[in-house]
């Protein structure tokens, strides 16, 4: 079973993350907000991670952005890089939303990020790219994630996070072989 656990503390935030790669999308989120919280089960679910997170702090900006790098962090440590299929990739509908996700799990981080998201009274659409930014860069890998179509808010970024969970989930898994031409990822 890939493993991991992690406990990130600063002045504004105290996050904890315990996964589980090889589970079943098992989730127990302990945030305030409702609508993350939504988010994180959703990237469970479809990621078939067992999820466990705890986290608290002064504002929804730290909050978020530091639960994306606590389980970035917790990925990389849960992870062996030389025996994973690297790449996923998922174009996902939900009703008018088409969202794509590609991942290449490759110790080099890069974020590209085209989802257009009106503004909704549920969340801030900034904390979104915020989010997936973090969580690219402390993995790290790389992401980009683009909107084919879309106009609810609500089902955009609902969208984002289950292609990329079934991005993710083909990326880390096993393979035999080292995906890598140079022989490191
Ligand atoms: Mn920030």
Known sequence: MRKAEVKRETKETQIYVELNVDGNGKAEVEVEDAFFRHMIVTLAKF?????????NGDLPHHIIEDTGIT?????????????IKRFGYAVIPMDEALIISSVDMVRRPYFSYGLNVPNSSEFDPALI???????????PMTLHLYQLN??????????AFKSF??????????????????GSL
């Open 129 to 139: 790219e915020h989010f997936f930014r973090s969580l690219a860069f402390s993995t």
């Open 47 to 55: 990621s078939s991670i067992d999820i466990k997170i705890k986290a």
């Open 71 to 83: 389980l970035g962090y917790a990925i990389d440590k849960a992870v062996d890089r030389e025996s």
């Open 150 to 159: 879309g106009k609810d808010p609500h089902h955009i970024v609902e969208a």
């Open 165 to 182: 969970g079934i991005a993710l989930k083909q990326s880390l898994e096993k393979s035999q072989n080292s995906m890598s031409v140079k």
